[in-house]
């Protein structure tokens, strides 16, 4: 008897903007360095990339307000906040 399992893991690979080109936003956490234990660093980029479809920010500290600390737990989370 075969199984057969969904599971909602979508593979990093497969993620597109909507025109067929990768979002820019995981460019720019690779070039700022930012990238930790990559335990929080998706629900990161998508937080912040909801947060500029939402309203484009003026100044980059807006953005760190609304970043969920409690994702934030790993020993080099400090440089991330």
Request: net charge positive; aromatic share 4%.
């Given at each position: 008897?075969?199984?057969?399992?969904?599971?909602?893991?979508?593979?990093?690979?497969?993620?597109r903007?909507?025109?067929?080109?990768?979002?820019?936003?995981?460019?720019?956490?690779?070039?700022?360095?930012?990238?930790?234990?990559?335990?929080?660093?998706?629900?990161?980029?998508?937080?912040?990339?909801?947060?500029?479809?939402?309203?484009?920010?003026?100044?980059?500290l807006?953005?760190?307000?609304?970043?969920?600390?409690?994702?934030?737990?790993?020993?080099?989370?400090?440089?991330?906040?």
């Amino acid at each position: 008897m075969a199984h057969h399992w969904r599971a909602c893991v979508v593979p990093a690979a497969t993620l597109r903007a909507p025109a067929g080109t990768p979002h820019p936003l995981p460019n720019a956490f690779v070039a700022e360095q930012a990238g930790q234990c990559a335990y929080c660093i998706p629900g990161m980029v998508v937080t912040a990339a909801a947060l500029l479809k939402e309203k484009p920010p003026r100044v980059p500290l807006r953005l760190r307000w609304p970043m969920p600390s409690s994702t934030l737990r790993g020993p080099g989370c400090g440089s991330c906040r």
